[in-house]
């Protein structure tokens, strides 16, 4: 929690000093950004009781037409940031690339989690490398290329083949470019107009895991168990948490990982540590989201409590007790592509053949525009067993004209 410091905790349905009176309004807890984060956060602190304030510029955003109160000014607007700490008794992000200066206005006048110096590490990619580093974290060997010296040094390193993907917003593979040789990277960072750089070793990846945790500002922590996720063309497909989907040394080992990362930085609220593990069996940490994640979305169904609800509690100083999951999971992303036929015609989804499967949970996110790789909802199945949830998820994919995992 960064600036100012929160005594008390925000109590649910009521004002944390009094009490519930019978005219006490709820408290709001406010959020930067509108995306479907924002709108699962808003859902949860709405189910406990808070009203809720979403800043986003977009009228449509998919959090903002949920929200008690969404405030359409731009991130950095400080008339909108005003707005948000007047209404806010607490304030969080669903987004790393909100400005940090922001992030600072807001401290000043309410507490914000998690901090300005936290969302700051994830959103550039050299700061991240060098906090894993400094929390004795392995990542994958690298080199920052600000300089064209610094790429002529980075040729010597062995780290070709490689990826080169900007310090900055990157998301969802976006700003990444894959090079074999020299000349590819000389290329691809004049493409990437010489803005500052990271060009990351190619590694032989056996799978993709994450950890989602929550901390909070007594430094507790709890954690969800971890993820194993499928990634096509650098955006998350497919997840799957159920028993036996990873081995538990390598469990372990990723949760410590994910603690250490979080302790390193003081970090209040839910963080997400994406992991790589390679073909000898070995693991080196990816990135960190500073947020709920997409990996995340199957607590919503398969636990008994969610990433967002643990989002709500981190944010309101409420105590946080280990989630439990009851179900095996699979999370299938539903992307634009959903609502296009193999001759690119614009389709409806088959939704009633796909809830006609038993197990099946379907999140949409409101958005009005189906465009490919854009992320328009999930389908969480749940069941007992893994045999099951991957029958049916198979199942679902099929009927979606999603790729078999
Ligand atoms: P997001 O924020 O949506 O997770 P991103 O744009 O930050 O995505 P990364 O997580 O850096 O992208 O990479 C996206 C995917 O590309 C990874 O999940 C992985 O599948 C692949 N990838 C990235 N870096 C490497 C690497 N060094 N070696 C092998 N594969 C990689
Ligand atoms: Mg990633």
């Known amino acids: 929690m960064s600036g100012m410091t929160q005594s008390v905790a925000l109590l649910p349905g009521g004002s944390s000093s009094n009490g519930l009176s019978s005219t006490a309004e709820p408290l709001t807890l406010g959020v930067m950004g509108g995306g479907q984060l924002g709108r699962m956060f808003v859902h949860a602190a709405q189910t406990m009781g808070y ?5 986003d510029p977009d009228a449509q955003s998919p959090a903002g037409r949920v929200s008690h109160r969404h405030i359409q000014t731009d ?3 400080s008339s909108g940031l005003k707005e948000l700490a007047a209404c806010s008794a607490a304030i969080t992000t669903e987004f790393e690339n909100v400005p940090a200066q922001a992030l600072l206005e807001l401290a000043k006048l309410r507490p914000v989690s998690p901090g300005a110096d936290a969302v700051a590490i994830a959103q550039d990619r050299a700061a991240e490398k060098a906090h894993f580093v400094k929390c004795g974290v392995p990542c994958a060997p690298y080199a920052v290329i600000e300089t064209k010296d610094q790429l002529t040094v980075a040729l010597n390193q062995n780290l070709l083949p490689g990826i080169l993907k900007t310090a900055r917003m990157g998301y969802d ?7 074999k040789d020299e000349t590819a990277l000389r290329d691809a960072w004049q493409a990437l107009q010489q803005v500052p750089c990271v060009l990351e070793k190619m590694l032989p990846l056996d799978l993709e895991c994450s950890v989602i945790l929550a901390r909070g500002r007594d430094g507790h922590m709890v954690n969800f168990p971890v993820q194993r996720n499928l990634h096509r063309e650098g955006i998350l497909a497919v997840t799957e948490v159920y028993e036996g989907h990873l081995p538990q ?3 372990q080992q990723a949760v410590a990982a994910a603690r250490s990362i979080a302790e390193g930085v003081d970090y209040v609220g839910v963080l997400c540590i994406e992991f790589f593990v390679l073909q000898d069996g070995s693991m080196v940490v990816n990135e960190m989201a500073p947020r709920p994640h997409n990996s995340g979305h199957y607590t919503l169904d398969a636990c008994d409590q969610s990433q967002f609800d643990l989002q709500v509690r981190t944010l309101a100083g409420l105590p946080l007790t280990q989630p439990r999951q009851h179900s095996a999971a699979v999370m299938l992303n539903l992307m634009g592509d959903v609502w296009f036929d193999s001759q690119g015609a614009v389709r409806l989804p088959d939704w009633a053949a796909v809830l006609a499967l038993p197990g099946t949970h379907l999140h949409l996110y409101g958005k009005t525009e189906a465009r490919k790789a ?3 909802g999930h389908l969480n ?12 998820a198979l199942k679902a994919a099929a009927i979606l004209g999603i790729e078999a995992f």
């Open 51 to 55: 009203f809720t304030a979403v800043l």
């Open 75 to 77: 991130y950095t607007d």
């Open 173 to 179: 593979g976006k700003g990444q470019v894959r090079v």
């Open 249 to 251: 040394a390598l469990q």
């Open 374 to 376: 854009r992320k328009m």
């Open 381 to 392: 199945v749940t069941g007992a067993t893994s045999e099951e949830v991957r029958k049916v």
